[in-house]
Antibody, heavy 116, light 107 residues
Framework: QVQLVQSGAEVKKPGSSVKVSCKAS????????ISWVRQAPGQGLEWMGR????????NYAQRFQGRVTITADKSTSTAYMELSSLTSEDTAVYYC?????????WGQGTLVTVSS | DIQMTQSPSSLSASVGDRVTITCRAS??????LAWYQQRPGKGPKLLIY???TLQSGVPSRFSGSGSGTAFTLTISSLQPEDVATYYC?????????FGQGTKVEIK
């Protein structure tokens, strides 16, 4: 059974960056695509981007272009999402999802709070 | 970017009712359309992909249809455990955009 385990909650200052990890186990990491989705309090799901680790291809939502970087370390079966220039509007739960290609397995979510 | 619009934004129905949610794409996306369920306080769950293919383990009361720009998710007989917010998502080329969600409640 595939499991995705995300890093823990973060509190960040405005203007800083956050890097969330997503470690896969129980499956072949390079068989999956990893998507990153976020959900602000009381809001809907927002797709941020995805990566195909086997070819290191990533694409991003237009509104995050230049501010988000998604990477994957095949040696540790871990994907990362880094978001820079944080504002209070980036306060949200961030989820990683893995699938072929749609996310069928999900991490537990990582709460990122941006506050001065 | 292609925009995804769901309707209604919320609905309330009785147990056993047939429920239909609509999703429209601003441009044609063939059948590159998925539906997700998100129960309160939980992460998303993939229900349907390729517009009409049920993900393994999903109850058969869920079904999807459509192609191009217009899609529907139908729950044939609403159950208490179906209380959730439902999202469509396009996954054709470019960004994989979600609809804004439809909240389903029991009357």
């Amino acid at each position: 059974q595939v499991q995705l385990v995300q890093s823990g909650a973060e509190v960040k200052k405005p203007g800083s960056s956050v890097k969330v990890s997503c470690k896969a186990s129980g499956g072949t990491f390079t068989n999956f695509e990893i998507s990153w989705v976020r959900q602000a309090p009381g809001q809907g799901l927002e797709w941020m981007g995805r990566i195909i680790p086997i070819v290191d291809f990533a694409n991003y939502a237009q509104r995050f272009q230049g501010r988000v970087t998604i990477t994957a370390d095949k040696s540790t079966s871990t994907a990362y999402m880094e978001l820079s220039s944080l504002t209070s509007e980036d306060t949200a739960v961030y989820y990683c999802g893995g699938g072929q290609p749609l996310p069928d397995y999900w991490g537990q979510g990582t709460l990122v709070t941006v506050s001065s | 970017d292609i925009q995804m619009t769901q309707s209604p934004s919320s609905l309330s129905a009785s147990v056993g009712d047939r429920v239909t949610i609509t999703c429209r794409a601003s441009q044609g996306i063939s059948d590159y359309l998925a539906w997700y369920q998100q129960r309160p306080g939980k992460g998303p769950k993939l229900l349907i992909y390729a517009a009409s293919t049920l993900q393994s383990g999903v109850p058969s009361r869920f079904s999807g249809s459509g192609s191009g720009t217009a899609f529907t998710l139908t729950i044939s007989s609403l159950q208490p455990e179906d209380v959730a917010t439902y999202y469509c998502q396009k996954y054709s080329s470019g960004p994989w955009t979600f609809g804004q969600g439809t909240k389903v409640e029991i009357k």
